[in-house]
């Protein structure tokens, strides 16, 4: 579609006002595109005020503006701002969808194939025809979706303790706002999610680091972090750890929760990839082995689904749930009553656990086909094996510059990501995240490794 504005921006131009484009079937076939993609073109330029549409007789150059405006000085504002400058770059890196002819092993959701496209249509059908669709929803969210997520997520948890939240990110937003003030220490997995060390940069955090290993954080040098930095709260990604893959064993578990209990400090579980596990059922959550409310859970479903089911659920309990939900309702209110109503017809509908199976087989395929694809082209590279989620980690020669590799993939025709922004401080040695399930094809995934050999040879 770009391609196409680009090549219609030209044309226009070259034309004088009011002279006439050809028609949209003769731009299907000149530029050998779908009329859906010359229509979106074509709403692309008349909303930059380029063309002119009318209905029935096509579309025309529209009257040029007469002179370019002067470039407006912004330089006030860098005095009124201030250095308070937030960095979205490692975040609209993973956000960014790869180039045509890029092979994409980076980014955090699904590829459109293997998204439930169809489910999501007729759930989004249904709900909009609840006469109450666009009404404001109950205060906290939907009553039957709160229940679904709390015995999704099991152990005592109730309806009462969740509340539905506009997905993952903006949940980590809301739970860090409303638990910590601004300038205080978050103890961080070492690598975490990017995402969530750019939402703690943000709010004002510190984020220490704790380094994690194969079985998940480690809860030795875990204490030794609340000690030494007076943290009040810990991060963590128990199951299917972004980036490294790792799940919490069963006794760190334990350990984890012992280890805040003793530091009188909150768990902040971050649960989003509960459903892509290939291998074992992965643990239950931190949560449903809590009793005194330490654990907030964060459970978010657009990795199973697609990128714009934004919607999540917060689990916790006691002041600091009282706490969320205010934050929540005087940040933005409520999360838009049409998607939670979505939501609650995808989970209930007879095809969602068909969804899940066929998603865990395909990621399984894609996972195994990555690896056997590394282990041919790129034979030095040790990689983890992960149960679950949707990427593998990949350690580099020692000396190699992971940021420098990724910009030269990007040349070569393949999307990673770099380790670096993985680490909340420095790096102790070079990786790769690479993702398995945003590729179209395992055929796509080996020609990436492959494009990825070459780069590194
Ligand atoms: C570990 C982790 N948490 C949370 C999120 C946020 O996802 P969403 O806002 O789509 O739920 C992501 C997305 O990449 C993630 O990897």
Known sequence: MAAL??????????????????????????????????SRALGLLAAEGLIVTRPGSGAFAAERPSAAPE???????????????VDPSGV????????????????????????????????????????????MPALGGLPELRAWFARTVGGAVSPADVVITSGGQQSLTTVLRALLAPGAPLLVESPTYLGALAVARASGLHPVPVPVDADGVRPDLLAEAFALSGARALYT?????NPTGAVLSDERRGQVLDVARAAGAFVIEDDFARHLGVA??????????????????IASLTKATAPSLRVAAVIARGPAAARIRATQLVEEFFPARPLQETLLELVSSPGWARHLRAVRTALRERRDATLAAFARDLPGLRA??????????????????????????????????????????EAPAPHLRISYGTAASTAELAEGARRLAAVLS
Do not use: C, K, N
């Open 5 to 38: 504005a680009d090549a219609l921006r030209g044309d226009v131009r070259r034309m004088g006002p009011g002279e006439r484009l050809p028609s949209s079937r003769a731009l299907v076939e000149r530029h050998r595109v779908s009329p859906v993609t010359v």
């Open 71 to 85: 470039p407006a000085d912004f330089g006030w504002q860098a005095v009124t701002l201030g250095d308070r400058a």
């Open 280 to 297: 074992a059922p992965p643990p239950p959550p931190l949560v449903a082995r809590d009793g005194e409310g330490r654990v907030v859970h």
């Open 92 to 135: 609209s890196w993973l956000l960014t969808p790869a180039p045509d002819g890029v092979v994409a092993l980076s980014g955090g959701y699904l590829h459109p194939s293997l998204q439930p496209v169809r489910a999501l249509a007729t759930a989004a059908a249904r709900a909009a025809r609840r006469p109450d669709a666009w009404d």
């Open 237 to 241: 990604q128990p199951t299917f750890h």
């Open 384 to 425: 983890s094996r992960p149960g679950g989620g949707l990427h593998l980690w990949i350690r580099l020669p020692d000396g190699v510059d992971d940021t420098a590799v990724a910009e030269a993939a990007l040349r070569g025709g393949v999307l990673v990501s770099a380790g670096r922004p993985f680490f909340p401080a």
